[in-house]
């Protein structure tokens, strides 16, 4: 009780007892008092104060100690523990003495982890494995069917409606169908594909690693399995490349059906079985099962193409071995040992043993029988009869003469520079066998006959006088005479039938002499007169 005080009714100025403490009653009130239960003393102040509501005992006015029955003792903020008359939206921990408040929007919760209730508008959510909180939205949360709180969408979901059907992701992250029944956001889309159908990802069919506007269509493939085109509009994977080309560096293109090995479309490196490796005129390497047109290399690696000219060859490109319809299978004028397909038959001739043109000599333009049986000539030469009665082409016939009534020309006798009509007819003799001609008889001798004397310019024997069996020079230069003419014993160079006047007959030298004695004209004997 007060000692001294300012009024009847409060603030006491001084107490009866040593031990009262001054206690502020109420509002502007100061008492004294003994027991100072309820009440705390303020560092700043002379005077007690009393604790907060429901508090039996406090330390401060932010710090309770002891709770009204019925009251509980609890955490109101970071830095007041004071007592409240309900719990609700308080927890008491196991390790404390004092009630936490719960976290915010809980209206009710047994742990700072695990709100059961929550305010108007909010919602109570698995904010993690071991937390259940409320919230004040449930963007990013879905609530399961069998399940009285939500839960939070899968990792990047913005919105779901269940664990396995997310409807919004994060930025940067992509929609994607994670099973047949599961679609979930993603941070990366390699291994899916967005296709115009579909407004999220779905993936990609092993083995593709990425791939694109199908399950099926391949961008890039898992290790051991190689990027190759199946069909016109997909790229797939595939672990086996031995009949495939590799394209532009990217892709993998299977080679022609016929090729069993290739490193282009147009260019095979081995052949499916009963196909063959041929070489086309574009430098190409492709598999035929139909080779007509084609030899085998000499190495026997590839078939190249024959000829235009050909229609099967071998060997070489120009060696045939058949020809079109258009065309014959002859002897090659380049080269004996090969056969080419002609239009023109001029210059061949038809070998029945095998069945091919063989060419005529080269100086005849056809030939019959054999090659070298001419039948007619190129311009520049001439058909001539050979002493085995077969022909052939000469470009020089000065010892030839044209058969009368024929195209073809026979040898001059041996004898006869030239000749007509028949070989042994000359016009000219051989000089080198010392033939010389009979004027106007078409002969060559190689004596002049008697007769005749040897004009060695001429190269003819020309007729000596009637008279003259041998003559030399001329007509009248007498060797010898023929029978029934005599010479005049002093000059033999002429031939007398009768003696001359004045000469008479030696008829044991067979020559006339002068034998008249003048003035006889004519004797019978030298010796008469």
């Given at each position: 009780?007060?000692?001294?005080?300012?009024?009847?009714?409060?603030?006491?100025?001084?107490?009866?007892?040593?031990?009262?403490?001054?206690v502020?009653?109420?509002?502007g009130?100061?008492?004294?008092?003994e027991e100072?239960?309820?009440?705390?003393?303020?560092t700043?102040?002379?005077?007690?104060?009393?604790?907060?509501?429901?508090?039996?005992n406090?330390?401060?006015?932010?710090?309770?100690?002891?709770?009204?029955t019925?009251?509980?003792?609890a955490?109101?903020?970071s830095?007041?523990?004071?007592?409240?008359?309900?719990?609700?939206?308080?927890?008491?921990?196991?390790?404390s003495?004092?009630?936490?408040r719960?976290?915010?929007?809980?209206?009710?919760?047994t742990?700072?982890?695990?709100?059961?209730?929550?305010?108007?508008?909010t919602?109570?959510?698995?904010?993690?494995?071991?937390?259940?909180n409320c919230?004040?939205s449930?963007?990013?949360?879905?609530?399961?069917?069998?399940?009285?709180?939500?839960?939070?969408?899968?990792?990047?979901?913005?919105?779901?409606?269940s664990?396995?059907?997310?409807?919004?992701?994060?930025?940067?992250?992509?929609?994607?169908?994670?099973?047949?029944?599961?679609?979930?956001?993603?941070?990366?889309?390699?291994?899916y594909?967005?296709?115009?159908?579909?407004?999220?990802?779905?993936?990609?069919?092993?083995?593709?690693?990425?791939?694109?506007?199908?399950?099926?269509?391949?961008?890039?493939?898992?290790?051991?399995?190689?990027l190759?085109?199946?069909?016109?509009?997909?790229l797939?994977c595939?672990?086996?490349?031995?009949?495939y080309?590799?394209?532009n560096?990217?892709y993998?293109?299977?080679?022609?059906?016929?090729c069993?090995t290739?490193?282009?479309?147009?260019?095979?490196?081995?052949?499916?079985?009963?196909?063959f490796?041929?070489?086309?005129?574009?430098?190409?390497?492709?598999?035929?099962?139909?080779?007509?047109?084609?030899?085998?290399?000499?190495?026997?690696?590839i078939?190249?193409?024959?000829?235009i000219?050909?229609?099967?060859?071998?060997?070489s490109?120009s060696?045939c071995?058949?020809c079109?319809?258009?065309?014959?299978?002859?002897?090659?004028?380049?080269?004996?040992?090969?056969?080419?397909?002609?239009?023109?038959?001029t210059?061949?001739?038809?070998d029945?043993?095998?069945?091919?043109?063989?060419?005529?000599?080269?100086?005849c333009?056809?030939c019959?029988?054999?090659?070298?049986?001419?039948k007619?000539c190129?311009?520049?030469?001439?058909?001539?009869?050979?002493?085995?009665?077969s022909f052939?082409?000469?470009?020089?016939?000065?010892?030839?003469?044209?058969i009368?009534?024929?195209?073809?020309?026979?040898?001059?006798?041996?004898?006869?520079?030239t000749?007509?009509?028949?070989?042994?007819?000359?016009?000219?003799?051989?000089?080198?066998?010392?033939?010389?001609?009979?004027?106007?008889t078409?002969?060559?001798?190689q004596?002049?006959p008697?007769?005749?004397?040897?004009?060695?310019?001429?190269?003819?024997?020309?007729l000596?006088?009637?008279?003259?069996?041998?003559?030399?020079?001329?007509?009248?230069?007498?060797?010898?005479?023929?029978?029934?003419y005599?010479?005049?014993?002093?000059?033999k160079?002429?031939?007398?039938?009768?003696?001359p006047?004045?000469?008479?007959?030696?008829?044991?030298?067979?020559?006339?002499?002068?034998?008249?004695?003048?003035?006889?004209?004519?004797?019978?004997?030298?010796?008469?007169?």
């Amino acid at each position: 009780m007060c000692n001294s005080c300012i009024d009847l009714i409060n603030n006491c100025l001084t107490c009866k007892k040593l031990t009262s403490k001054f206690v502020e009653i109420s509002t502007g009130v100061i008492n004294c008092l003994e027991e100072t239960n309820g009440y705390y003393l303020p560092t700043d102040s002379t005077y007690y104060k009393r604790c907060p509501i429901y508090c039996l005992n406090c330390t401060s006015d932010t710090n309770c100690t002891l709770c009204e029955t019925n009251t509980f003792l609890a955490e109101i903020s970071s830095s007041k523990i004071n007592c409240i008359s309900s719990n609700n939206g308080y927890y008491l921990p196991t390790d404390s003495t004092y009630y936490k408040r719960c976290p915010i929007y809980c209206l009710n919760c047994t742990s700072d982890t695990n709100c059961t209730l929550c305010e108007k508008n909010t919602f109570l959510a698995e904010i993690s494995s071991s937390k259940i909180n409320c919230i004040f939205s449930d963007k990013g949360y879905y609530l399961p069917t069998d399940s009285i709180y939500y839960k939070r969408c899968p990792i990047y979901c913005l919105n779901c409606t269940s664990d396995k059907n997310c409807t919004l992701c994060e930025t940067n992250t992509f929609l994607a169908e994670i099973s047949s029944s599961k679609i979930n956001c993603i941070s990366s889309n390699n291994g899916y594909y967005l296709n115009k159908e579909s407004t999220y990802y779905k993936r990609c069919l092993s083995p593709c690693a990425t791939c694109q506007e199908s399950s099926i269509n391949c961008k890039s493939c898992e290790p051991n399995y190689y990027l190759a085109q199946i069909d016109i509009s997909n790229l797939n994977c595939i672990s086996d490349i031995t009949d495939y080309y590799l394209f532009n560096t990217s892709y993998y293109v299977k080679c022609p059906s016929s090729c069993k090995t290739c490193i282009s479309a147009s260019y095979c490196t081995s052949c499916n079985f009963n196909y063959f490796l041929v070489e086309n005129n574009q430098g190409q390497r492709l598999c035929q099962d139909n080779i007509i047109g084609y030899f085998l290399s000499l190495d026997g690696s590839i078939r190249k193409p024959c000829s235009i000219n050909c229609l099967s060859c071998e060997i070489s490109e120009s060696n045939c071995t058949s020809c079109d319809k258009t065309k014959n299978l002859a002897e090659s004028s380049n080269n004996s040992l090969y056969k080419t397909c002609i239009t023109d038959l001029t210059g061949y001739l038809l070998d029945l043993k095998s069945n091919y043109y063989k060419l005529c000599s080269p100086k005849c333009k056809t030939c019959e029988n054999n090659e070298n049986n001419c039948k007619s000539c190129y311009d520049g030469f001439y058909l001539v009869l050979t002493p085995t009665n077969s022909f052939e082409c000469r470009d020089n016939i000065f010892n030839f003469f044209l058969i009368s009534g024929q195209n073809y020309y026979q040898q001059c006798a041996e004898k006869c520079a030239t000749c007509i009509d028949f070989p042994t007819k000359c016009l000219t003799c051989n000089s080198a066998k010392f033939y010389i001609s009979v004027k106007n008889t078409y002969e060559c001798v190689q004596k002049c006959p008697d007769g005749y004397w040897q004009n060695f310019i001429e190269n003819q024997c020309q007729l000596c006088h009637p008279s003259c069996k041998k003559c030399l020079d001329d007509t009248s230069n007498c060797l010898e005479c023929f029978e029934g003419y005599f010479p005049l014993k002093e000059n033999k160079n002429l031939c007398f039938k009768e003696c001359p006047f004045g000469y008479i007959l030696n008829s044991i030298d067979k020559y006339c002499e002068l034998s008249c004695i003048s003035p006889c004209n004519k004797c019978s004997d030298p010796n008469n007169v």
